[in-house]
């Protein structure tokens, strides 16, 4: 077993370069299999969901090299096989496969997604979709069996913006005969990011990024190339370290447009930041106003940064308000934020927290990925120690978190316990 051991208080100074996004990484690895030929997606940050995707890929015939970030996938010896329950579930975006599958072959066997436990994480949207366009879905327990004679375009309304539903009727429809038209479609970046994979296969997709995204079916799509861009969740909690402790602390290779709602509750906080075309300087604010935050869909404030947002949270003066309303539990890190010693009211997903408050470090669990980065945060500016346990969440989604930290002046590092 692994647990971080962090010692707080020490200022953060340098440049932190940020790695690709996980959430699009997660589906342009997928998207890849629906080519002809061999797809190159360049800036793959190297995170264990990525191990996870490479493994299923492997379990379905194709080969897979991988050098510096930049991997190669040759999806020409696909086999369609059943993608099993342990496959299945090591992470969310495994439900990707479907709409791949489903698309190039009209036929999918796979199990319920796994992924963080911040909710009941149903899929009714995407299936609902697969449906309009044509697909029988069967379920057997928590197998899924998708099987369509054929995928005819269609207007699909979807009943809440979601970023996985969006991503995942895009790949079933990018072969359906006809004209898809996604309404109330998401507009998260990562999605800009997957269109233009697709387009660049020889795809007909606009409107990424807008609620309202078009597909013209097409009959082949051949290799191509793609980048992953900036993660700017990874972004987003460097920049809340900074805030914390930086000292002229450098976060680089950023799109700082893709954060900014983050920035705009920052500068209400009275945060001091210098920000260029690909970077942002940031250093420790000593007097944090409070703030209220409610999560929202992009552009608003991103859910995947409630939690490392509380942490400020609890070092401003006054009484700060922290809703989420993206997921209906994430809320696994207040318990240790109050052993650490912040002073939380938690009703329903509202939390009201007081400030300012001097937290000491104790023994601590990651319960998600973004609870273990929250975690984190209070661990740097805790007084003592922190451990936190359960860190494969944390190593999901951060590349070398570790070692960017440690690099910046932190005292922190894994021991095996
Ligand atoms: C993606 O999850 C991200 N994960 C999440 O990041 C992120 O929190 C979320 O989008 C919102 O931005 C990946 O991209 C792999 P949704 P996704 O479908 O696609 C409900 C992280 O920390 N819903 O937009 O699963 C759902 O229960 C992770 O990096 C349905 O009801 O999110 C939730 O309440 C955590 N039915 C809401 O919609 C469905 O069929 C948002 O879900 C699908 C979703």
New binding site residues.
């Given amino acids: 077993m692994e647990r971080i051991v962090i010692e707080g208080g020490f200022p953060l100074k340098g440049t932190i370069t940020i790695s690709g996004a996980?959430?699009s990484a997660?589906?342009l690895i997928p998207a890849a299999l629906l080519a002809n030929d061999v797809c190159t997606i360049k800036n793959v940050p190297n995170i264990t969901?990525r191990d996870a995707l490479f493994d299923i890929i492997k379990w379905l015939g194709c080969t897979i090299e991988q050098k510096d970030g930049i991997i190669k996938i040759d999806p020409r010896n696909l086999k369609n096989i059943l993608i099993t329950e342990e496959l299945s579930i090591r992470?969310?975006?495994s439900y990707y496969f479907m709409g791949v599958l489903l698309g190039k072959y009209k036929h999918v066997e796979m199990y319920f997604p796994g992924?963080?436990n911040?909710?009941?994480?149903?899929?009714?949207?995407?299936?609902d979709g697969f449906k309009t366009l044509g697909a029988k879905i069967t379920k057997k327990g928590h197998k899924y069996i998708l099987d369509a004679k054929e995928l005819k375009g269609n207007e699909i309304n979807l009943k809440?913006?979601?970023?996985?539903?969006t991503?995942n009727i895009m790949f079933a429809a990018v072969y359906a005969k006809g004209r898809t038209i996604i309404k109330n479609a998401?507009k998260?970046v990562?999605i800009i990011n997957i269109m233009d994979f697709l387009n660049n296969m020889g795809a007909k997709i606009s409107g990424a990024g807008t609620d309202t995204i078009v597909i013209d079916g097409v009959e082949e799509l051949k290799g191509a190339e793609i980048t992953v861009i900036p993660d700017r969740?990874e972004a987003g909690t460097y920049i809340l370290m900074g805030a914390l402790l930086g000292d002229n602390l450098k976060i680089d290779g950023i799109i700082p447009e893709h954060n900014q709602a983050l920035l705009n509750k920052l500068k209400e906080m009275g945060v001091d930041f210098k920000i260029s075309e690909h970077s942002i300087v940031i250093n420790k604010c000593e007097n944090f106003k409070p703030v209220n935050v409610r999560t929202e869909?992009?552009p608003g404030f991103?859910?995947?940064l409630n939690q490392p947002m509380s942490i400020l949270m609890t070092q401003a003066n006054g009484t700060c308000v922290m809703e989420e309303t993206?997921?209906?539990k994430r809320i696994g890190h207040y318990p240790y934020l109050q052993k650490l010693g912040a002073n939380i009211e938690l009703d329903g997903n509202k939390a009201t927290i007081k400030g300012k408050t001097e937290l000491k470090g104790t023994d601590t669990n990651a319960t998600?990925?973004?609870a273990g980065a929250a975690l984190i945060l209070a661990g740097l500016i805790a007084s003592g120690t922190t451990t936190i346990n359960d860190i494969d969440y944390i190593l999901r989604?951060y590349e070398n978190i570790i070692l960017k930290l440690s690099n910046v002046g932190a005292k922190i590092k894994i021991e095996q316990i």
Avoid: M, Q
């Fill in positions: 996980k959430n997660v589906a969901d992470l969310r975006a992924g963080c911040i909710g009941s994480r149903p899929i009714d949207i995407h299936l809440f913006a979601s970023v996985g539903a991503i998401a998260e990562e969740i869909v992009y991103p859910t995947d993206i997921w209906e998600d990925l973004r989604g």
